[in-house]
């Protein structure tokens, strides 16, 4: 368990510099279009994304580095309930998927609340 432990770990260390990554050529591009970051941001639109991150538009940047954010928790969520799966430890894996359902009903609730 310890080396799954220490793969979690170096898999979290490395998302992490992917999304300050993102979020600093996000906020590199504003500023070499002369737009201050504290101005307010782009809008999502997951259509343009990849038509933004092709142009280097800072708003694609922005966004995919907020979106890893979000997503790295659920990653290590679902990572870790996989581990513990291997690991036969089903009061763990039902744990995970329980916080896996409150996460899922978060999410809905904010769509149907827009």
Partial sequence: MIDFERALGRLLIVLTYIEVALLAVGVALLMARGI?????GP???PA???GDLATLAPA????????AVIATPIVRVVVAAIGYAR??????????IAILVVIAISI???????
């Fill in 36 to 40: 201050s970051p504290l101005s307010g």
């Fill in 43 to 45: 809008t999502l639109d």
């Fill in 48 to 50: 343009r994304l990849p």
């Fill in 60 to 67: 694609g940047f922005l966004w995919l580095g907020l979106i």
């Fill in 87 to 96: 690991a036969g430890e089903r009061a763990m894996v039902l744990v995970a």
């Fill in 108 to 114: 809905t609730s904010a769509i149907l609340a827009t």
